[in-house]
């Protein structure tokens, strides 16, 4: 089956830098995609992976290597807005996004 | 230019009740998706439909219809409506002309409860 696996929950202080990690194991690869949702909110589209390495936007940078099935997140300079649910989305050979569960990150002061 | 737009924001339905969620988007893509989003589970796709005239079925599809008669409307029906289906409804769409990154942009969401 396919699996995106994600922690929970992650804790930070405002001000630093938290790397929120994402393996999957799906039937293809058509590229990876991080999304932020704010509670009670829609997802938005933060960052977009289809070749390894970093992309960085910013505050927040994305790092993939397709060998190892394994994406990061990388929040710099954290602040109170960015407390939310992070999604890591991969897009499989039948072009569908399979989403993980969020990790949902709490950032304290 | 309001994006994607998903009516009602919330809604509570007895059960074996009749609904329908409608979305509406003004960026003239061509995929347009349904999701349901669960604590603890990740979204989940219903339907999607890739052009207009076309719908094809998701991941969890059971008692769920769409239809696309244009590009920008894609309301989803629940015929006969359960508890399980108590959840946050998303729309979303897509350009879909083909390769590249092919961005997903999602609704406010809708929110129902079956009791």
């Known amino acids: 089956g396919q699996n995106i696996d994600q922690p929970t929950e992650m804790t930070a202080t405002e001000g630093a830098i938290v790397q929120i990690n994402c393996t999957y194991q799906?039937?293809?690869?058509?590229?990876l995609f991080w999304y932020q949702q704010h509670a009670g909110e829609a997802p938005t589209f933060l960052s977009y992976n289809v070749l390894d390495g970093l992309e960085e936007k910013g505050r927040f940078s994305s790092f993939l290597s397709r060998s190892k099935g394994y994406s990061y997140l990388l929040l710099k300079e954290l602040q109170m807005k960015d407390s939310a649910s992070y999604l890591c989305a991969v897009r499989d050979s039948n072009y569908q996004l399979i989403w993980g569960a969020g990790t949902k990150l709490i950032i304290k002061p | 230019i309001a994006g994607i737009t998903q009516a009602p924001t919330s809604q509570i339905l007895a059960a074996g009740r009749r609904m329908t969620l409608r979305c509406t988007q003004d960026?003239?893509?061509?995929?347009m998706y349904w999701y349901r989003q669960d604590l603890g589970l990740g979204l989940r796709l219903i339907h999607y439909s890739n052009t207009a005239g076309t719908t094809g079925k998701g991941e969890v599809p059971d008692g769920y219809s769409v239809s696309r008669a244009n590009t920008d409307d894609f309301p989803l029906t629940l015929a006969s409506a359960v508890p399980s289906q108590t959840s946050v409804y998303f729309c979303?769409?897509?350009?879909?002309?083909?390769?590249?990154?092919?961005?997903?942009?999602f609704g406010p969401g809708t929110r129902l409860t079956v009791l």
């Open positions: 979303a769409s897509s350009e879909a002309v083909g390769g590249g990154e092919d961005t997903q942009y």
């Open positions: 799906t039937s293809g690869f058509n590229g």
């Open positions: 960026m003239r893509h061509n995929a």
